[in-house]
């Protein structure tokens, strides 16, 4: 039960101190190299963004998304924990990085994909003229929760690519029924979404409707899925389903799925495989 818990709020456990949000640099060229904490405003919705910029003025992107921190308190120093993650693994260095601190809390399940979709937006139409900078390639990758927004976005906006690392919630019928059941504790996404629809067997369909299962089709760019074989119950329930679905879309750009055996759900950062892959997929592209 412990384990199931875990698996489904599991967080990158990257140390780092709190952060403090700095200034963005005045909208002309700088070449210098700068890490900052910048609130964008895109589609009259503003997001904190930490930009992690090299030397130089001209970049491709990889904009990057945390897993579940419950808290909008946290979700900035998660933004910088998934940002030196995804760096650590990252081969090129020339590469500008945007870690996005989309909201959480009191938020549905997926409501906070227009909040990612904005900073998208911004990056793509914006952040050239507000940074002073030429934007080229714009990569996507999200780990957990980061995952199932990356996905999500991947079928409402071209990218150059998308990474998805143990993406999920896959199913919340299934999650949230575990909860009702009394199997494992409660949480505030399952809460939240009994509060509005009911329960999953008044109303499974409003939780089918948010649930990653329902997003295996119309991707817009390449996507690669990583999944370590040893992640929680919860989700290696769904994955093989979810693997199915998606390698069998007949309207989605190429799909690739990597699985690591031996690894749980960190695996992107962990295994070096994974890596490999990773670094790979972006080099093609």
Not at 238 to 252: A, I, N, R, Y
């Amino acid at each position: 039960m412990k384990n199931l818990i875990i698996g489904f709020f599991l967080l990158l456990t990257f140390t780092s101190a709190c952060k403090k949000k700095t200034t963005a640099p005045p909208n002309t060229v700088n070449d210098s190299a700068y890490q900052i904490t910048k609130t964008i405003v895109s589609d009259s919705l503003s997001v904190d963004v930490v930009i992690d910029k090299p030397k130089g003025t001209s970049f491709d992107v990889l904009m990057v998304f945390h897993g579940t921190v419950t808290y909008d308190s946290l979700i900035l120093d998660a933004a910088y924990n998934t940002l030196d993650g995804f760096k650590r693994i990252l081969d090129r260095k020339d590469m500008m990085m945007v870690s996005v601190a989309y909201p959480e809390e009191n938020l549905l399940m997926g409501d906070n994909v227009k909040h990612a979709e904005a900073a998208l937006l911004w990056v793509k139409n914006k952040a050239a003229a507000e940074l002073g900078v030429e934007i080229k390639k714009v990569f996507l990758a999200g780990h957990s929760q980061g995952g199932y927004v990356v996905t999500r976005l991947n079928t409402l906006q071209p990218t150059n690519g998308v990474i998805a690392n143990a993406p999920g919630p896959l199913n919340l019928v299934f999650r949230c029924q575990l909860e009702e059941d009394g199997k494992i504790a409660g949480s505030g996404v399952c809460n939240l979404l009994k509060t509005k629809y009911g329960n999953t067997t008044i109303n499974p369909e409003a939780y089918q409707a948010r649930s990653l299962l329902k997003f295996t089709t119309g991707f817009k760019s390449d996507i690669l899925f990583v999944q370590g074989l040893d992640d929680s119950p919860i989700q290696m329930a769904s994955w093989p389903l979810f693997k199915q679905k998606v390698t069998e879309c007949t309207d989605c750009k190429k799909v690739q799925v990597h699985e690591v055996a031996g690894f749980g759900h960190p695996s992107i950062f962990e295994n070096a495989g994974a890596k490999v892959e990773f670094n790979k997929f972006i080099a093609e592209r």
